[in-house]
């Protein structure tokens, strides 16, 4: 693992290298940061250079001028610049989706394929989407985080994933009550022009980004493709972890942005952890 601090403009960013190979960028959600993804790394890297970063604000990382989410895309194109990587994978949860959404529009020759987890963030909500998030909104508004963002299924059957959770939030400066700042928002039509493989992977229980939304949403995105994870609530990544990672590493091959070595769940040699 290879790890540093970049120094940006209004912002210290936090990074870690994980593998070799083609790069795939893991962008957490506003409960977490770099340390979220460890139920990732292992598999992932076994084929890729899995980059995870904290946006400013959040983990090790420092938002200097306030910029919030409207500093997130600018931060992670100097990040790869920093790094050396031309083209990468996008793997945006959340808020991380907003994030990579924003950098794929702006820079798309840059991205290889784009997998947009348990979010709409970034994204124009089409008229007959609105109303289903608004009453998400509403219904969830006063929940606290635990209950917002981990399934019912996931906080009964382990209950020590709730309490590594509020551990890996606890290192956080803002959360969703004091972040700044906004994502620019695209069109379907928008991302439909990308060019890249586009993945919307989701789980069924999510009550922040309703199925339903997202399956219009994902309807009006040309080309784009849908894996629903069942018994998994907004944290799809932490909750199903095997059938997530299965998801991303088919992105990577059909993208063709995979190393040598297969890392699937059935291949020789998988670990899930």
Do not use: K
Request: glycine letters at 10%; one cysteine or more; aromatic letters at 6%.
């Amino acid at each position: 693992m290879q790890s540093g601090i970049l120094q940006v403009e209004g912002a210290d960013i936090y990074w870690q290298s994980h593998g070799e190979g083609a790069a795939i960028v893991l962008a957490h959600g506003i409960g977490g940061n770099h340390a979220i993804w460890f139920r990732q790394l292992g598999p992932l890297s076994a084929a890729n250079r899995i980059i995870t970063f904290d946006h400013r604000g959040f983990g090790l990382s420092v938002d200097r001028d306030g910029r919030g989410r409207a500093g997130f895309a600018d931060d992670l194109h100097a990040l790869l610049d920093h790094l050396g990587v031309d083209r990468a994978m996008l793997i945006g949860q959340s808020m991380g989706a907003g994030t990579c959404i924003n950098f794929a529009c702006r820079w798309p020759e840059r991205v290889a394929a784009l997998a947009i987890a348990d979010s709409l963030h970034g994204i124009v909500e089409p008229d007959e989407v609105r109303p289903l998030m608004d009453a998400a909104r509403a219904a969830t508004a006063g929940l606290d985080q635990i209950d917002r963002v981990l399934g019912a299924r996931a906080r009964a059957t382990d209950p020590a994933l709730e309490i590594l959770y509020s551990q890996i939030n606890s290192f956080n400066s803002a959360d969703r009550h004091s972040l700044v700042g906004v994502f620019e928002r695209h069109t379907p039509e928008r991302l439909s022009a990308l060019g890249c493989p586009i993945l919307f992977v989701a789980g069924v229980e999510d009550i922040l980004f309703p199925i339903a939304a997202i399956r219009r949403v994902q309807a009006s995105v040309s080309g784009s493709f849908l894996v629903e994870i069942v018994e998994a609530g907004h944290s799809a990544f932490l909750e199903r972890p095997i059938e997530f990672n299965d998801t991303i590493l088919t992105l990577a091959q059909i993208a063709g942005h995979v190393g040598a070595r297969a890392a699937h769940s059935n291949a020789p040699g998988y670990a899930a952890a």
